[in-house]
């Protein structure tokens, strides 16, 4: 297991109280704040810390998806079913878990400081609204 900040190991097992059979877990960041009684902003600053460890993954807002390795499932072949179906390289007990999650995590911030580069030089595209086409009769 990585070294992972202590709110991302809160989250996590937060986060695995409250899955569906197979490691669904529908709830947003502020549901999952709420529920742990932490600022939002603490959930949104340990999220990547799991997604890098692929303990994580989110699907989209409101519904992430914890490792078949780690999840809950109805029954032991369920869950082995999952794990086999896994590529190699997203099995957690294959390669150096601790490097990955840190080259993983490093990603992350070289987006997030390439991103706040691209807004302080204004060399951000703007989100517009798309065009609406006017009803034909």
Do not use: W
């Amino acid at each position: 297991m990585p070294r992972l900040p202590p709110t991302a190991y809160t989250l996590l097992l937060h986060m695995m109280t409250e899955q569906e059979p197979g490691g669904l877990v529908v709830a947003t960041h502020d549901e999952l704040s709420a529920g742990l009684a932490m600022e939002r902003g603490m959930i949104s600053r340990a999220m990547p810390h799991l997604v890098a460890a692929r303990l994580v993954t989110v699907v989209r807002r409101g519904r992430f998806q914890l490792h078949p390795m780690i999840a809950a499932f109805n029954d032991s072949r369920e869950q082995q079913r999952a794990v086999k179906a896994l590529p190699r390289d997203m099995r957690l007990d294959v390669g150096d878990f601790e490097d990955e999650y840190e080259r993983r995590f490093q990603l992350h911030l070289d987006e997030k400081a390439r991103k706040a580069e691209a807004k302080a030089k204004g060399n951000v595209t703007p989100i517009t609204k798309p065009t609406r086409l006017k009803r034909v009769h």
